[in-house]
């Protein structure tokens, strides 16, 4: 038996650590097991699948949008396909930054550090506290966690801000339910 899986990511991501990950508790490198030291006999292919010919039982993926493609032959195929984030359930969160990938983790870690470096400078309180205002949408599990874990974050933070009063610092989780984990 031949088995070959077919992922854009070489690594796994342990998803219940990718708040520690993105809050600099955890160095990011443990949230994540390397795919081709887990399966050492399955053959590993790093690429994005572009499409399928059923009739011809052929998987069509390519490294890059400029690599060349690869065709895959099978017999069985299995399509695992994860989940999307629904941005269209509390109107505005379509601009919002993602919380799904570890690069969208550290994304937001540093973004959340760049706006304490412009709010410590920004003389207009208005302006300050606008930059100091972080708004979760999601109540289900990972919206809490997040908030948690920044809450945290941010607790941590203000040690290297003296002249940001921890008042300032506003924290809004925004749900689509009348309750949060439902």
């Known amino acids: 038996v031949d088995i070959i899986l077919v992922s854009r990511d070489n690594y ?14 955890l160095e990011p490198r443990h949230a994540v097991s390397p ?8 053959r590993f292919v790093e690429a994005d699948v572009e499409r399928v010919d059923f009739d011809a039982r052929r998987v069509f993926a390519r490294h890059s949008p400029d690599d060349y493609h690869y ?7 299995v399509l695992a396909l994860g989940g999307v984030t629904n941005r269209h359930l509390v109107p ?3 601009s919002a930054l993602g919380f799904k990938t570890l690069a969208d983790a550290i994304f937001l870690r540093n973004r959340i ?8 400078v920004e003389e207009d309180l208005d302006r300050r506290r606008q930059l100091l205002t972080i708004v979760i949408v999601g109540g289900g599990l990972v919206g809490v966690e997040l908030m948690g874990e920044l809450t945290e974050f941010v607790h941590n933070t203000l040690r290297s801000y003296p002249r940001i009063q921890p008042q300032m610092v506003r924290f809004f989780l925004i749900e689509a339910h009348p309750r949060i984990m439902p």
């Open 35 to 42: 795919v081709r030291m887990m399966f050492r006999k399955t």
């Open 71 to 77: 065709e895959i032959e099978y017999d069985q195929l």
């Open 12 to 25: 796994f991501l342990i998803t219940p650590l990718l708040f520690e990950a993105g809050s600099g508790v």
């Open 113 to 120: 550090i760049d706006l304490f470096e412009q709010a410590d």
């Open 92 to 94: 505005g969160s379509e």
